[in-house]
């Protein structure tokens, strides 16, 4: 009991002490004991009690909000989630829209491309990329509506 108990105190002192202290609760409970066969077993699960008893005693409690403050507004959990959310939807609107709408759409609004840019790489009249963008943006304004 002893060599267990100050395994897991880590300290020979204290282990002494907490033996002693089972021993005392072991006498005083004995009547609870089932079977003089299990002495052993119950002597040992007393032991474990007051040994982590002893940890939880010594170790000092830090207030969690101290330690560790909340996250910042945009960090928290309920903002990422949603912010997530609305990616999906917004890919989700993007994949109905006509394949030279969403490649216009994602040339100007992801890569920032200009105007003549988004002409150049899809070899398309500049007006022709204007048109796209307009019907592109209300579709997506529409389909994001529930966001706002």
């Not at 109905?96 to 709408?101: F, N, S, T």
Request: hydrophobic share 40%; net charge negative; aromatic share 6%.
């Amino acid at each position: 009991m002893r060599v267990y108990s100050a395994k897991l105190l880590g300290s020979d002192i204290e282990s002494d002490d907490v033996v002693q202290e089972s021993f005392l609760t072991g006498w005083r409970q004995i009547a609870e004991l089932d079977s003089p066969a299990h002495v052993r077993n119950w002597l040992m699960r007393i032991v474990t009690r007051k040994a982590i008893d002893r940890i939880r005693v010594r170790r000092d409690h830090d207030d969690i909000d101290q330690v560790n403050p909340p996250a910042h507004e945009s960090r928290s959990p309920e903002k990422i989630v949603e912010t997530r959310l609305q990616l999906d939807a917004v890919w989700e609107a993007l994949d109905r829209l006509p394949a030279d709408q969403r490649r216009c759409w994602l040339l100007r609004e992801t890569a920032g491309y200009s105007y003549q840019e988004i002409s150049d790489a899809l070899e398309i009249p500049v007006s022709t990329v204007r048109g796209l963008l307009a019907r592109a943006r209300r579709f997506v304004l529409h389909e994001m509506e529930a966001w706002r």
